[in-house]
């Protein structure tokens, strides 16, 4: 078999340095592409506490009277990797904004815990012997700063020791522990305002919404875990709704959707089908084609491989349940050829286990060398990302990024990246090796609602909790009938008057 | 409506706020759908019947049509054009009966003209209803409001 190697995106801390020397168009340009970077920061100091963080931008400030080189870096411990390196000293960085005609603030971000207003401007003081002559600013000022106070956080970004209970107290063992780091800078430039372009493109505000449709943010990050740029051919198997091919339409790709259903192609009429989101985003028209990705090599030729990206969140019989062409029945009649034209394809149950088999295998043949698939799976606790994943031997996994979205369940984002052509005669290899724990692996991550609520019914008090429910739905639908009622009652005795 | 869509000129902007469908199919599509029912020896290309067809310019990107032409069947891409040319509004250009993507340099041999022909071709014209037609079988495979529709008939598998 193939070595399978991944790598494994670190999630002990959102916080990452570098030496790169700070190029703004470069900065810019990421940060126009990044979806999940919050800011990028010129590192001033760096310290455990933010004592030692002060001290060590006190004596990056202290090398301010010659044009000395911060190559020499001993004084400043571990942390400091103060952006510049080459020519730039640390006069040239902070004199520009000591001026008394730049506006400024210190932001305080304290990671996973609140401190009040007071406590902030303690830690802010540390730095006053920075002196900058200008005015302070709360909204938009020329510079910002920010001070970074670290804290250890769980793989689902809170805190490991919380300052607070739930119930606001302070928990004295965890204030007494020290943070993880701390960081002073200056703010180069900050994530774009996602949160108002979601917002923009956001799911409320699209014209068309299926069950599935997937949150705007997720779905740019594939994009940019399979590189798609606007000279980039974009496919999506399963398209759906569209909001994967809608996140790789903006990113400036030609976009090409398929489908099964085509209920969800056609949307639910003129004015709110897939493409309305298109056009509502001023973007060049997508293609759709009803097809069955089981059958995608009889439906389109498979030389040379045309898509340099593909990016799906395909069906796994939870919400959407798969389909794919043929009888359910072993023995298939055949369709009278006056029929023919308006004749109702059957369709049959498609295993998930199938789905991944043929997205892998589709993808190794359509993929350009080097291009990418990247997918979502639903998986709970029980999943083994080194022997569960599916393979392929044209394919090579590259990233799997884990987001938990509850205890037992979280959904997995996997890259793989094409390094080796499709051969045809292969072709029986590659299915049989897709497995390496057999096809049960994909169970794991088939129909998890069913799975949860079979679990959720042997837990405890769920009698209790489900009867309340139902209660509690019979009353407000009582309510809602007695409303009505009384309306219709108000409307006769008007139309009678 | 059908004069509209034959004679209307679209203004110089990505797509219209018409009541048309708002995806499409470009002869980029049809250049790589094959007809594979039960019993065909090839299967493509596959004839196109048109029976509503739009022509909307839009911007060219001549690094895209580079790296595309390697990889498409110019033969089929000539045919479909040829197929559709009636429906098409202002009439389509001239293409090179034969186009050269494998010797050496054969970017250069592209030249603006060629370029807009060729983006036209591919991208400007876009199928919204009609039918593609095996070569070998005869089964019709429809298009309507611009998407194909290649599921096959459970006796076709």
Redesign the interface.
């Known amino acids: 078999g193939t070595k399978f190697r991944h790598d494994v995106l670190p999630s002990v801390s959102p916080i990452a340095t570098s030496q790169r020397h700070s190029n703004l168009p470069d900065i810019a340009a990421i940060l126009s592409r990044c979806v999940l970077i919050r800011s990028v920061v010129e590192l001033w100091g760096a310290g455990t506490t933010i004592e030692s963080c002060a001290d060590s931008v006190q004596k990056f400030a202290q090398y301010n009277n010659k044009d000395k080189d911060i190559a020499d870096n001993d004084n400043n411990g571990d942390f400091s990797s103060s952006s510049n390196s080459g020519s730039r000293s640390s006069a040239s960085i902070l004199a520009p904004h000591r001026t008394n005609s730049r506006s400024w603030k210190i932001t305080v971000h304290t990671l996973g815990s609140k401190y009040s207003r007071e406590e902030q401007n303690d830690m802010r003081h540390q730095f006053a012997f920075l002196r900058f002559d200008g005015p302070v600013k709360m909204e938009c000022p020329d510079d910002e700063f920010i001070l970074i106070r670290e804290v250890a956080l769980d793989d689902k970004g809170g805190p490991i020791y919380p300052r607070h209970s739930h119930g606001r107290v302070l928990i004295s063992e965890n204030e007494a522990r020290p943070p993880v780091a701390a960081y002073f800078g200056r703010i180069l430039g900050s994530g774009r305002n996602w949160r108002s372009d979601l917002e923009r493109y956001s799911l409320k505000k699209r014209l068309y919404l299926g069950p599935t449709s997937m949150d705007a943010e997720l779905s740019l990050v594939m994009t940019n875990l399979a590189r798609v740029t606007s000279k980039s051919l974009a496919f999506d198997p399963f398209v759906g709704t569209g909001s994967i091919l809608l996140s790789c339409g903006l990113r400036g790709a030609r976009c090409v959707g398929t489908d099964i259903d085509i209920r969800v192609l056609r949307g639910q009429g003129k004015e709110e089908d897939v493409f309305s989101n298109f056009r509502q985003y001023h973007l060049p028209r997508p293609e759709l084609i009803r097809s069955d990705n089981s059958l995608y090599h009889r439906h389109y030729r498979p030389q040379p491989p045309l898509y340099d990206a593909i990016v799906t969140d395909p069906p796994y019989g939870i919400r959407a349940g798969a389909r794919k062409s043929g009888s359910k029945r072993d023995e298939v009649r055949a369709v009278a050829e006056e029929h023919r034209h308006d004749h109702i394809a059957q369709t049959r149950p498609y295993a998930v286990s199938d789905v991944m088999a043929d997205l892998l295998d589709v993808s190794a043949r359509a993929l350009t060398m080097g291009g990418r698939l990247v997918y979502v799976i639903p998986s709970m606790t029980d999943f083994d990302e080194d022997t569960d994943l599916p393979r392929h031997d044209c394919l090579k996994l590259v990233y799997t990024c884990y987001q938990p979205l509850s205890a037992e369940l979280g959904r997995r984002m996997v890259t793989m990246e094409k390094v080796a052509d499709y051969d045809e005669t292969k072709r029986e290899a590659y299915m049989a090796n897709v497995w390496i724990n057999g096809p049960e692996s994909a169970e794991k991550c088939a129909n998890i609602r069913d799975r949860i609520i079979e679990a959720a019914k042997q837990k405890p008090g769920y009698e209790e909790k489900a009867a309340l429910r139902r209660e509690k739905r019979r009353a407000t639908r009582e309510a809602k009938k007695k409303a009505k009622r009384e309306l219709q009652g108000t409307g006769d005795s008007i139309s009678h008057a | 409506f059908d004069e509209l869509l034959l004679h209307h000129r679209p203004p110089e902007q990505?797509?219209r706020?018409a009541?048309l469908?708002?995806?499409?199919?470009?002869l980029?599509?049809h250049n790589?759908?094959?007809s594979?029912v039960k019993g065909t020896t090839k299967g493509?290309p596959l004839i196109i019947e048109a029976e509503k067809v739009e022509c909307e310019e839009?911007p060219i990107?001549r690094?895209?049509i580079i790296?595309?032409l390697?990889?498409i069947?110019y033969g089929a891409l000539l045919g479909a054009a040829k197929q559709v040319a009636s429906l098409c509004d202002p009439p389509l250009p001239d293409l090179p009966e034969e186009l050269d993507t494998a010797s050496e340099g054969w970017e250069e041999t592209i030249d603006d003209g060629i370029l807009n022909s060729l983006h036209r071709v591919m991208f400007d014209i876009?199928i919204i209803e009609g039918a593609l037609i095996c070569p070998d079988t005869g089964?019709?495979f429809?298009i309507k409001?611009?998407?194909?529709?290649?599921?096959?008939?459970?006796?076709?598998?």
């Open positions: 990505t797509y706020e009541r469908p708002l995806s499409t199919m470009r980029l599509t790589y759908l094959t594979n493509y839009s990107d690094e895209m790296k595309l390697p990889k069947e876009h089964r019709k429809p409001e611009s998407i194909p529709n290649m599921i096959l008939h459970e006796d076709e598998i």
